[in-house]
Protein backbone atom coordinates (compact mmCIF):
# COMPACT_ATOMS: atom_id res chain seq x y z
CA UNK A 1 0.00 0.00 0.00
CA UNK A 2 1.10 3.99 -0.46
CA UNK A 3 0.38 6.53 1.35
CA UNK A 4 -1.40 8.57 -1.82
CA UNK A 5 -1.58 11.85 0.21
CA UNK A 6 2.58 12.03 -0.22
CA UNK A 7 2.18 11.72 -3.99
CA UNK A 8 2.52 15.24 -6.21
CA UNK A 9 0.03 13.23 -9.19
CA UNK A 10 -2.60 13.13 -6.00
CA UNK A 11 -1.80 16.60 -4.84
CA UNK A 12 -2.32 17.91 -7.74
CA UNK A 13 -5.36 16.37 -9.24
CA UNK A 14 -7.10 16.98 -6.78
CA UNK A 15 -6.53 21.31 -6.93
CA UNK A 16 -7.45 20.33 -10.57
CA UNK A 17 -10.44 18.83 -9.43
CA UNK A 18 -11.29 22.19 -7.10
CA UNK A 19 -10.03 24.21 -10.30
CA UNK A 20 -12.77 22.06 -12.52
CA UNK A 21 -15.43 22.96 -10.37
CA UNK A 22 -15.00 27.00 -10.26
CA UNK A 23 -14.54 26.88 -13.57
CA UNK A 24 -17.84 24.95 -14.37
CA UNK A 25 -19.85 27.27 -12.29
CA UNK A 26 -20.61 29.45 -15.59
CA UNK A 27 -22.08 26.19 -17.37
CA UNK A 28 -25.57 26.71 -18.31
CA UNK A 29 -28.11 25.98 -15.32
CA UNK A 30 -29.86 23.28 -17.47
CA UNK A 31 -26.60 21.38 -17.63
CA UNK A 32 -26.46 20.88 -13.94
CA UNK A 33 -27.47 17.05 -14.23
CA UNK A 34 -25.63 16.68 -17.57
CA UNK A 35 -22.61 18.32 -18.95
CA UNK A 36 -21.28 19.83 -15.95
CA UNK A 37 -22.11 16.99 -14.16
CA UNK A 38 -20.55 14.75 -15.81
CA UNK A 39 -17.35 16.99 -16.51
CA UNK A 40 -16.96 17.26 -12.56
CA UNK A 41 -16.97 13.67 -11.87
CA UNK A 42 -14.53 12.79 -14.32
CA UNK A 43 -12.48 15.51 -13.07
CA UNK A 44 -13.18 13.72 -9.09
CA UNK A 45 -12.39 10.71 -10.48
CA UNK A 46 -8.91 11.38 -11.32
CA UNK A 47 -7.79 11.93 -8.08
CA UNK A 48 -9.76 9.09 -6.41
CA UNK A 49 -8.73 6.48 -8.41
CA UNK A 50 -5.26 7.36 -8.08
CA UNK A 51 -6.31 7.50 -4.20
CA UNK A 52 -8.28 3.68 -4.69
CA UNK A 53 -5.39 2.55 -6.01
CA UNK A 54 -2.72 3.12 -3.43
CA UNK A 55 -4.87 1.29 -0.82
CA UNK A 56 -4.79 -1.89 -2.65
CA UNK A 57 -2.73 -4.34 -1.91
CA UNK A 58 -0.12 -4.85 -4.95
CA UNK A 59 1.31 -2.45 -7.27
CA UNK A 60 -0.28 -3.98 -10.33
CA UNK A 61 -3.56 -3.22 -8.44
CA UNK A 62 -2.10 0.40 -7.75
CA UNK A 63 -1.31 0.28 -11.98
CA UNK A 64 -4.15 -0.72 -12.76
CA UNK A 65 -6.05 2.66 -10.79
CA UNK A 66 -3.43 4.86 -12.64
CA UNK A 67 -4.94 3.52 -15.57
CA UNK A 68 -8.39 4.34 -14.54
CA UNK A 69 -7.59 7.68 -13.87
CA UNK A 70 -5.76 8.35 -17.29
CA UNK A 71 -9.22 6.76 -18.70
CA UNK A 72 -10.87 9.59 -16.39
CA UNK A 73 -8.71 12.40 -17.96
CA UNK A 74 -9.36 11.33 -21.29
CA UNK A 75 -12.99 11.35 -20.46
CA UNK A 76 -12.69 15.33 -19.15
CA UNK A 77 -10.78 15.92 -22.38
CA UNK A 78 -14.06 15.00 -24.31
CA UNK A 79 -16.52 16.36 -21.96
CA UNK A 80 -14.51 19.91 -21.85
CA UNK A 81 -14.00 19.99 -25.43
CA UNK A 82 -17.57 19.29 -26.21
CA UNK A 83 -18.55 22.38 -23.77
CA UNK A 84 -15.94 24.26 -25.35
CA UNK A 85 -17.87 23.70 -29.06
CA UNK A 86 -21.03 24.93 -27.34
CA UNK A 87 -19.86 27.78 -26.60
CA UNK A 88 -20.03 26.83 -22.84
CA UNK A 89 -16.30 27.55 -22.15
CA UNK A 90 -14.15 30.20 -23.34
CA UNK A 91 -11.22 29.20 -25.44
CA UNK A 92 -8.92 30.76 -22.59
CA UNK A 93 -11.20 28.89 -20.23
CA UNK A 94 -10.62 25.49 -22.09
CA UNK A 95 -6.57 26.09 -22.69
CA UNK A 96 -6.10 26.41 -18.87
CA UNK A 97 -7.77 23.43 -18.30
CA UNK A 98 -6.19 21.59 -21.17
CA UNK A 99 -2.33 22.39 -19.90
CA UNK A 100 -3.50 20.37 -16.52
CA UNK A 101 -5.58 17.63 -17.30
CA UNK A 102 -2.24 16.76 -19.18
CA UNK A 103 -0.01 17.56 -17.08
CA UNK A 104 -1.54 15.22 -15.12
CA UNK A 105 -1.96 12.86 -18.14
CA UNK A 106 1.79 12.73 -18.24
CA UNK A 107 2.33 12.38 -14.62
CA UNK A 108 0.22 9.11 -13.96
CA UNK A 109 1.70 7.63 -17.37
CA UNK A 110 5.18 8.31 -15.42
CA UNK A 111 4.30 7.08 -12.15
CA UNK A 112 2.53 3.94 -14.26
CA UNK A 113 5.84 3.34 -16.34
CA UNK A 114 8.22 2.86 -12.36
CA UNK A 115 5.87 0.77 -11.12
CA UNK A 116 5.84 -1.81 -14.11
Known amino acids: MHNYRELKVWQQSVDFAVEVYKQTKALPPEEKYGLTSQ????A????SNIAEGAGRNTDGEFNQFHGIAYGSSCELDTQLIIANKLNFIKDQTFEELETGYLGLQRMIYSLKKSIR
Do not use: E, F, M, T
Request: net charge positive.
Open 39 to 42: IRRS
Open 44 to 47: VSIA
